[in-house]
Antibody
Framework: EVQLLESGGGWVQPGGSLRLSCAASGFIFNSYAMSWVRQAPGKGLEWVSAISGITGSTYYADSVKGRFTISRDNSKNTLYLQMNSLRAEDTAEYYC???????????????WGQGTLVTVSS | QSVLTQPPSASGTPGQRVTISCSGGSSNIGTNSVYWYQQLPGTAPKLLIYRNNQRPSGVPDRFSGSKSGTSASLAISGLRSEDEADYYCAAWDDSLSAWVFGGGTKLTVL
């Protein structure tokens, strides 16, 4: 059974940093692309970043480029999102999502975690 | 402002058929597959339709997807109260090198 468990969310002041983790199980982690998708309170879904399986190529939404870094540790079956220079508008539930292939630019997000809440406020 | 455009709301009575549209452009829907996600209140999104019109196992055949040109649609037939949820379309955008989502459609079962 595929499981994705996010952690690392919490409250942080503007300009601060936070690292999110997503522990994966139930599939061959290094073979699949992984993404982060966020949802601000009462708003819609916004894709944040993706990392390919095998090649580790990375992609970012313009809204986070230069501030966020996605990475993966295939030996630990864990996905990360390092978030720096956080802003109030980064406040959201952050979901970890598994791709259905190694490619970040095609295929569905076929499994989602339950999310971790990040609140950026002074 | 989302790259993909969906109506903010839709509604229907039990047993009815409703459709939700998703409009994009040549760099996203016009070139790539469309995906649909269902988000029940207070829960994480769930894959509903992949590659324009394919249903994952476990998704009832009441749900169907289609794509034509730069637009896509999700149809739900035999509407049930448990279908009340937010629905999102998504596609890869070749120009942005990014995934783009629609703004979401809140479906109400009257």
């Amino acid at each position: 059974e595929v499981q994705l468990l996010e952690s690392g969310g919490g409250w942080v002041q503007p300009g601060g940093s936070l690292r999110l983790s997503c522990a994966a199980s139930g599939f061959i982690f290094n073979s699949y692309a992984m993404s982060w998708v966020r949802q601000a309170p009462g708003k819609g879904l916004e894709w944040v970043s993706a990392i390919s399986g095998i090649t580790g190529s990375t992609y970012y939404a313009d809204s986070v480029k230069g501030r966020f870094t996605i990475s993966r540790d295939n030996s630990k079956n864990t996905l990360y999102l390092q978030m720096n220079s956080l802003r109030a508008e980064d406040t959201a539930e952050y979901y970890c999502a598994k791709g259905d292939s190694y490619s970040s630019s095609s295929g569905s997000f076929d499994y989602w975690g339950q999310g971790t809440l990040v609140t950026v406020s002074s | 402002q989302s790259v993909l455009t969906q109506p903010p709301s839709a509604s229907g009575t039990p047993g009815q058929r409703v459709t939700i549209s998703c409009s994009g452009g040549s760099s996203n829907i016009g070139t790539n597959s469309v995906y649909w996600y269902q988000q029940l209140p207070g829960t994480a999104p769930k894959l509903l339709i992949y590659r324009n019109n394919q249903r994952p196992s476990g998704v009832p055949d009441r749900f169907s997807g289609s794509k034509s040109g730069t637009s896509a649609s999700l149809a739900i037939s035999g509407l049930r109260s448990e279908d009340e949820a937010d629905y999102y379309c998504a596609a890869w955008d070749d120009s942005l090198s990014a995934w783009v989502f629609g703004g979401g459609t809140k479906l109400t079962v009257l």
